[in-house]
């Protein structure tokens, strides 16, 4: 089968950092995607991991460690704009499929 | 077009009823995918497409959704006798494929929204 779970909510305020995490279980594993979407828009791509480590890409960073299963987002300097659903998805398959997590929903408080 | 196209954006009909959802993919992307989101939920996998063959169609959740996609470019998504928990968001995404450095990236069209009354 295939699982990923993520936090449901993260609170947190403007300025601040945030990491929301992402474990998976899969019946093959090619990659770690993260998108960000805002309500009644669609989902956009931030940060894919194929290998172990930290990816950093301006505010936002993404970690993957293939041997926990385990990866996260790491949002910095956070901003009102911020504010959105987060979704992990997992490339398997070899590579042909991407299956999401249930999401996590953000909020910045000023 | 620039990105992916989806349409109608939005679709009420009434229950029994057939609907036809039509996904424009990006030109030259062999890889196309149809997701499914309830509100407040996160994107149900329903079926995916390598150039026109469908190597995974379980995400489909039942014989009344099917689709198909010609020319290795547009998708239609068809669902029969439509009920009413079919009403949701239905996205579609295309991608490069395999090749590519950027593999893990998605693009996603804006969404078609299904109501079902």
């Known amino acids: 089968g295939q699982s990923l779970e993520q936090p449901s909510e993260v609170t947190a305020v403007e300025g601040a950092i945030v990491q929301i995490n992402c474990t998976y279980q899969?019946?093959?594993?090619?990659?770690l995607s993260w998108y960000q979407q805002h309500d009644g828009g669609a989902p956009t791509f931030l940060s894919y991991?194929?290998?172990?480590g930290l990816e950093e890409t301006g505010r936002f960073s993404s970690f993957l460690s293939r041997s926990d299963s385990y990866g996260y987002l790491l949002l910095q300097e956070l901003q009102m704009k911020d504010s959105a659903s987060y979704f992990c998805?997992?490339?398997?398959?070899?590579?042909?499929?991407?299956?999401f997590g249930p999401g996590t929903r953000l909020s910045v408080l000023p | 077009g620039a990105g992916v196209s989806q349409s109608p954006s939005n679709k009420v009909t009434e229950k029994g009823k057939d609907v036809e959802l039509r996904c424009d993919p990006i030109?030259?992307?062999?890889?196309l995918y149809w997701y499914r989101q309830s509100l407040g939920q996160g994107l149900e996998f329903l079926i995916y497409?390598?150039?026109?063959?469908?190597?995974?169609k379980s995400g489909l959740p039942s014989d009344r959704f099917s689709a198909e996609r010609t020319g290795g470019s547009v998708s239609t998504l068809t669902i029969q006798r439509t009920q009413q928990e079919d009403s949701a968001v239905y996205l579609c995404?295309?991608?490069?494929?395999?090749?590519?450095?950027?593999?893990?990236?998605?693009?996603f069209g804006e969404g078609s929204r299904l109501t079902v009354l």
């Open positions: 995404a295309s991608s490069p494929g395999l090749a590519g450095p950027n593999t893990g990236e998605l693009f």
């Open positions: 899969t019946s093959g594993f090619y990659g």
């Open positions: 991991n194929a290998l172990d």
């Open positions: 998805a997992v490339r398997d398959n070899y590579g042909q499929n991407f299956v």
């Open positions: 030109s030259g992307h062999t890889a």
């Open positions: 497409f390598q150039g026109n063959s469908a190597p995974d």
